[in-house]
């Protein structure tokens, strides 16, 4: 038997990587698991500004805000709204979890926009500094919520399934 050269070893290596530069994103809720899937990217809202993750990222872990989760896959884009949690991020996988997690067919367009249009309003009258802040979380969620199920209906999450029918 011949030993395998540390070039061979080494470009094995990078061949078996290079097959696996996708991320496996899980969502958890309260509920169990919500979403499961590959990623080629994967963007998100944290405390301090958003944060993108890419296959080989470092360990970290990190606070998620309010905001629109973008899963970047084979050049197609998917959007979640995801308010607040934590995420666990290894060179292969993110782990979300999170409170609330919105896929865009939950999410009642109707509803958002009445949210919107009533926090709106409700930041035109004078208030106390946390009234003005709960409506400000307020309309940032409605917000968040007609941008993932807009996108939903521009992308045509659903024409591939509706055709298998």
Known sequence: MQKESVKDLVAKQEKNTAEKK?????????????????ADMI?????????GVLPGHA??????GDGTLRILNNNVEKKLAVFGGVAEINNRSVKIFSTIAQLPEEIDLERAERDRQEAEEAL??????????????MLRRSYVRIEVNL???????????DDED
Do not use: N, W
Request: glycine share 6%; net charge negative; aromatic share 8%.
């Open 22 to 38: 996708k991320l496996a994103l899980t969502i958890t809720t309260p509920r169990g698991v919500k979403f499961e899937e590959e």
């Open 59 to 64: 360990p970290l872990s990190t606070v998620l």
């Open 151 to 161: 996108h939903m209906q521009d992308e045509g999450y659903f024409d591939e399934q």
């Open 124 to 137: 035109s009258e004078r208030q106390d500094f946390a009234s003005i802040r709960r409506v400000q979380v």
């Open 43 to 51: 963007i998100m809202r944290c405390i301090d500004g958003d944060l």
